[in-house]
């Protein structure tokens, strides 16, 4: 049978649109830091396209070590240092900075992360990997929300994703190293903006 992270972990990838508390535990990406509207940056859509050619390079090279659906795109979000994950709406996208990620299996080394940056380097010469790096990230205690709709219309839903920590006992704990989070479940290419599926998470810590 072919693995599926959102099946095999629906608490990390199937939260209802009303919010909830999540441990998010360590977990392997690969990662690219960018910034810019990622709705017309070239950097941006180089990044994605060095993303899914990396992993899709990892599963098909280690087919019998596991089958598995590709996870989704996620990404961390900032503005220029100045964007603690309140709800307002951002004016200016190209001051956006990001850290644009897929996740990988547990089985993916160092090594088997060199070769597939090597394997894809020779198949398509013309993607840069060199800004792509294996990393491993802990985000711990969350508090997340499944946002349907257009991206421009998050921001109502960020202020109800933080208003349930406040009632809750915790408050926002979004810094330099804990950004505000999402996970696209759905190909903007593919689904109309009424109807994208995002995954909105917010590191969180007891008040």
Not at 21 to 36: L, N, S, W, Y
Not at 170 to 180: A, K, S, T
Request: charged residues 25%; glycine residues 4%; hydrophobic residues 35%.
């Amino acid at each position: 049978m072919t693995y599926d992270f959102k099946q095999a972990y629906k608490d990390l990838y199937q939260p209802k649109t009303t919010p909830s508390i999540i441990d998010v535990p360590k977990m392997t990406f690969i990662a690219i830091e960018g910034r810019g509207d990622p709705n017309t940056s070239k950097e941006y859509a180089s990044a994605v396209e060095t993303l899914y050619g990396l992993s899709y390079a990892i599963k098909m090279s280690n087919k019998e070590t596991l089958e598995y659906v590709v996870p989704p795109l996620e990404g961390l979000w900032n503005v220029d240092d100045d964007f603690w994950g309140s709800g307002a709406s951002i004016a200016d996208k190209s001051k956006f900075t990001w850290t644009m990620l897929i996740r990988q299996p547990e089985f993916v080394t160092d090594n088997i992360y060199d070769s597939a940056q090597a394997k894809l380097a020779k198949k398509k010469p013309a993607i840069d990997t060199s800004k792509a790096k294996l990393i491993t990230l802990t985000e711990g205690l969350c508090v997340q929300v499944l946002h349907i709709g257009s991206y421009d219309e998050e921001p109502a839903t960020i202020v109800s994703l933080e208003r349930f920590a406040t009632e809750n006992g915790y408050v926002i704990d979004i810094n330099e190293n804990r950004l505000h989070h999402e996970i696209y479940l759905s190909d903007p290419r593919k689904v109309v903006s009424q109807k994208l599926k995002t995954i909105l998470r917010h590191p969180i810590r007891r008040a």
